[in-house]
C-alpha cells in the first residue's frame, strides 16, 4: 500500500516570501500521480498542482512550483511570493495510473501553513 | 463546466440518529465519485468510492454506508450515528483517466 508522509505540522512564511512544504511517498509503482490540494478556512479542498511520474520536468502554476525528485519519492510544493491568502492547510496526495484501482487517493497528514505580515 | 454540490453544510444529529448526506454533479456523465471523511486536524480518509450505478467499494469498516441511485448521485448514509462519526465529510469526483480529483464544499458533522 502507498503511504504519504508530510513530516511538516506548521509552517510560517513572511509575505513575499519563499516558503517550501515537504512531501514524501512510499509506493513500488512506476507510473503514478502526485497532487498538492490546499485546504483554506473554508475547509473547501482546491487542488494546486499536479504532477504526472513519468514527467521529468517540474510542474509549475503560477506561483507555486513542485520539485519532483522521483528517486528519493520526494515531492515538494514552493510558493513564491506568499500572499495571506495562501495561509491554509496543504495536503500531499498520491493516486496510482494502474486501471482498475479506481483512482483512489491517499493523502498525507498535512501542513498548517501561517502567512504573516 | 462542471459543478459539484454538496448539503447540507453543517448538520447536528444526536447519537442513535439516521444519516444522509447527499452529493451531485452536473455537467459530466459517468464520473467517479468518492466519500471522504476528515477527523479534527487529521489527513482526509477514503470511505467509499463508486465508479457506477449501484457500484459501490468500501475502504473502511463502518456503520455508514453509500449509494449511487443515479449517475451523478452519491449518498452517504447510517441507520444509527455514533459519537465517532463526527467530521467533516468530503464528496469528490473525477472524470477521465489523468484528471484529478475534484471536492465539494463538505458537511461538517457533529454528533451530540
Known amino acids: 500500500a502507498q503511504t504519504v508522509t508530510q513530516s511538516q505540522p506548521e509552517m510560517s512564511v513572511q509575505e513575499a516570501e519563499t516558503v517550501t512544504l515537504s512531501c514524501t511517498y512510499d509506493?513500488?509503482?512506476?507510473?503514478?500521480?502526485l497532487f498538492w490540494y490546499k485546504q483554506p478556512p473554508s475547509r473547501q479542498m482546491i487542488l494546486v498542482i499536479r504532477?504526472?511520474?513519468?514527467?521529468?520536468q517540474n510542474a509549475t502554476e503560477n506561483r507555486f512550483s513542485v520539485n519532483f525528485q522521483k528517486a528519493a519519492k520526494s515531492f515538494s510544493l514552493k510558493i513564491s511570493d506568499s500572499q495571506l491568502g495562501d495561509a491554509a492547510m496543504y495536503f500531499c496526495?498520491?493516486?496510482?495510473?494502474?486501471?482498475?484501482?479506481?483512482?483512489?487517493?491517499?493523502f498525507g497528514t498535512g501542513t498548517r501553513l501561517q502567512v504573516t505580515l | 463546466s462542471q459543478t459539484i454540490h454538496q448539503w447540507p453544510a453543517t448538520l447536528v444529529q444526536p447519537v442513535g440518529s439516521p444519516l444522509s448526506l447527499e452529493c451531485t454533479v452536473e455537467?459530466?456523465?459517468?464520473?467517479?465519485l468518492y466519500w471522504y471523511r476528515q477527523a479534527a486536524g487529521r489527513g482526509l480518509q477514503l470511505l467509499f468510492y463508486?465508479?457506477?450505478?449501484?457500484?459501490i467499494s468500501s475502504e473502511v469498516p463502518q456503520n455508514l454506508s453509500a449509494s449511487r441511485p443515479q449517475d451523478r448521485q452519491f449518498i452517504l448514509s447510517s441507520k444509527k450515528l455514533l459519537l465517532s462519526d463526527s467530521g467533516f465529510y468530503l464528496c469528490a469526483w473525477r472524470r477521465g483517466l489523468n484528471q484529478p480529483q475534484h471536492f465539494g464544499d463538505g458537511t461538517r458533522l457533529s454528533i451530540l
Open positions: 455537467g459530466t456523465s459517468n464520473p467517479n
Open positions: 504532477q504526472e511520474a513519468y514527467k521529468q
Open positions: 509506493t513500488s509503482e512506476s507510473d503514478y500521480y
Open positions: 463508486s465508479v457506477g450505478i449501484g457500484q
Open positions: 496526495a498520491y493516486r496510482s495510473a494502474v486501471t482498475g484501482t479506481a483512482s483512489k487517493l491517499t
